[in-house]
């Protein structure tokens, strides 16, 4: 029998001391216990997101938060500077021409960063109300240079609005030093939940344009979450259950440390990386997310069949490519409740597939050269 193994970009694996306290029963929210729990949740929010702004919880996913940041600062009609390399930066794309705004779209291929370059050059050529952007294109591994890109847009009226759902507890990322108006994230990623709560912070700078922005949305209301954030309440039901178990998991990410975060999961990217380099195999992105993995698939290996071999030997699932990169890449999750030895053993896995698949290589240089990566440090 083998235990389930998440090593998808979302969701991820949920620590079992989690689980429990998601287990106990629900209370009824609008009591002091509800608001003193929410309190508690609150200052460890904003120590993982490392911010002095307020950290607004959505019961929805990521998607609901940041459409929730987008149509409460960028008005009817706004102009808006979408950076674009990857599906989920498409989608705030769609989100921006859903509420009728004027998008400029600067793309980049997938596996690219947005040059920094082409961002001044649009910025000094337009006025934006908005600029949004993925930190970590989940859906391409890549990471963008989001504390330079953060520097030029507040120099300008233009607010910030970044996609940090596979960075925020994962990545080196903090807001208030950057200049980073509104940072979304959901809890199905680097902060060990199951899918159902979206987050974002938003700084004065956004708060003052939201002011300025009326808009239909009653559920969305950024006002109505804000005005009940100060004394520690929310407006609609929150999903009681999920933000239990987010004190217990916040408590465990803080108590590590954001640096040892940070540097846990860049060691097992590095670690990953190598392992493909050492299996004849190629990474995908040239500027790669620490956060999540892509890696070419070998010519002769079919996706379906390589990642159902994964999950029927091993429960161990990991995610496909996405858009142009269906079928052409898979993806590995560095994300959250993971160590050196779920790191190893996804490795080794891969390793006995891909030979049962007919791929040429040297059998456990893949392990051999992550375990090398890995022993360079003490976790």
Not at 114 to 119: F, L, M
Not at 225 to 230: D, E, I, N
């Amino acid at each position: 029998m083998n235990r389930m193994r998440l090593f998808t970009p979302g969701p991820t694996s949920v620590p079992e001391d989690v689980l429990l306290e998601m287990a106990k029963p629900v209370f009824h929210h609008r009591t002091q216990d509800y608001k003193n729990l929410y309190a508690a949740v609150n200052k460890l929010l904003a120590q993982v997101f490392i911010t002095a702004n307020p950290v607004v919880t959505i019961a929805g996913s990521g998607t609901a938060a940041y459409e929730c940041a987008m149509i409460n600062t960028i008005p009817q009609g706004g102009k808006v500077l979408c950076l674009s390399n990857g599906k989920f930066a498409e989608r705030w794309v769609t989100v921006a021409k859903r509420n009728k705004c004027e998008v400029v779209e600067l793309k980049a291929e997938y596996g690219h960063a947005v040059p920094v370059g082409k961002v001044a050059e649009a910025l000094a050529a337009h006025k934006f109300d908005a600029v949004t952007l993925c930190h970590s294109e989940t859906s391409t591994c890549t990471v963008n240079d989001l504390q330079a890109i953060a520097a030029l847009v507040r120099k300008t009226d233009a607010i910030l609005i970044v996609d940090g759902i596979t960075s925020v507890g994962a990545l080196p990322v903090k807001p208030d030093e950057w200049g980073v108006d509104i940072l979304v994230t959901g809890s199905q990623k680097a902060l060990m939940l199951p899918p159902g709560l979206g987050f974002l912070s938003v700084s004065e700078k956004a708060r003052k344009k939201s002011e300025t922005v009326s808009q239909p949305n009653l559920y969305l209301s950024l006002s109505h979450y804000l005005k009940s954030l100060a004394e520690n309440d929310v407006p609609w039901t929150p999903a009681v259950t999920l933000v239990r178990g987010l004190h217990t998991s916040l408590t465990m990410i803080t108590q590590e440390g954001m640096e040892n975060v940070w540097k846990r999961t860049a060691a097992f990217a590095r670690a990953t990386r190598a392992a493909a380099v050492a299996m004849g195999l190629k990474v995908f992105s040239s500027n790669p997310a620490d956060s999540v993995t892509g890696i070419h698939y070998p010519a002769g290996v079919d996706d379906k069949t390589f990642r159902g071999a994964l999950r029927k030997q091993f429960n161990i699932h990991i995610a496909a490519g996405q858009g142009s990169m269906q079928g052409q890449i898979f993806r590995l999750s560095h994300m959250g409740y993971v160590d050196a030895f779920d790191t190893l053993g996804v490795i080794s896995a891969l390793e006995i597939v891909l030979q049962q698949q007919g791929h040429k290589f040297t059998f456990g240089a893949g392990v051999a050269a992550a375990h090398q990566e890995l022993s360079k440090l003490h976790l």
